[in-house]
């Protein structure tokens, strides 16, 4: 940690943001995160948006952390993302947030039924004799972790256990929707909502729908802008399985997203130079 410094995956930026320079906030999953493809859309995005508006800076910053859901993101902006003071912050949620609905009995207010169950703790705070194991074992931790690689997919299948559980965890993602606008607005930053793409077997959920048209619902009645992903990346072989882009999608994601930036970025433009003038 470095107290002049913030940093975002393998990027470091100065806590405090020089003259000249725009900064774009990424929050979001895994599909924000973009990792083990050779390249992120983030990384696309900022080269083509530092190209567009020279010799302006522009940095985008990817907070997308895998696993991560509106709770988390919540959470990250609020108490440190912040810190970097960003212009447009752009925030991506869907399938984590859905299968809150399919752990435990009833969905808890921080989706706790969730994260507090084994598979998401790291080993140090997981229970039962077998995890005990892990505290003390590097091989146990290693074909433990590998088990759970394995079976990360059937928590993401979109079946939860009740229509009243999933009707919930809707309620709270649009609570944790506004609750990241409150906090974007209380800053003066621009929040930009998209939609989660993802291949045709997810596409034809209800639940995968239903959380992404809520994601156009609170745009539109918040009037914050939407980049509808999941209507423009539809490709079959834009994945590299249901829900993460490989590298031919990647470059599709990014210029998916790129005009909505520049709209916001040449705003952000004029604004500073309307009040510059005298």
Not at 71 to 89: G, K
Not at 121 to 134: C, P, S
Request: charge should be positive; include cysteine; charged fraction near 25%.
């Amino acid at each position: 940690v470095r107290p002049d410094r913030l940093r975002f995956k393998d990027k470091w930026v100065p806590r405090r943001k020089p003259a000249g320079e725009r900064r774009v906030l990424f929050l979001g999953g895994s599909t924000t995160e973009n990792a083990d493809v050779g390249v992120r859309f983030t990384d696309l995005l900022e080269q083509r948006l530092t190209s567009r508006f020279r010799p302006t800076t522009v940095h985008c910053l990817n907070a997308g952390t895998a696993g991560y859901s509106t709770a988390h993101s919540l959470v990250n902006f609020a108490l440190r993302a912040i810190e970097a003071d960003p212009d447009v912050v752009v925030l991506m949620h869907n399938v984590n947030d859905a299968s809150v609905a399919e752990f435990g009995s009833e969905v808890a207010p921080d989706y706790g039924n969730k994260y507090k169950e084994n598979f998401y703790l790291g080993y140090r705070h997981r229970t039962g004799l077998f995890n005990e194991l892990l505290k003390v074992s590097r091989l146990a931790r290693h074909l433990a972790f590998r088990l759970d690689a394995v079976h990360y997919p059937a928590y993401q299948s979109l079946q939860p256990s009740t229509t009243a559980e999933s009707a919930e965890a809707l309620r709270l993602f649009d609570r944790n929707l506004r609750s990241l606008h409150g906090v974007a607005a209380a800053h003066h930053v621009v929040l930009v909502l998209m939609t989660e793409p993802a291949r045709r077997r997810s596409r034809a959920s209800a639940v995968y729908n239903a959380f992404n048209d809520r994601i156009r619902a609170v745009s539109s009645e918040l009037s914050t802008p939407l980049i509808d992903l999941a209507r423009s990346i539809t490709a079959e072989d834009d994945f590299y399985d249901e829900i993460h882009y490989n590298q031919k999608g990647t470059h599709a994601v990014a210029a998916a997203i790129y005009p909505a930036l520049e709209r916001e970025l040449v705003a952000l433009q004029r604004k500073g130079a309307g009040e510059a003038a005298p």
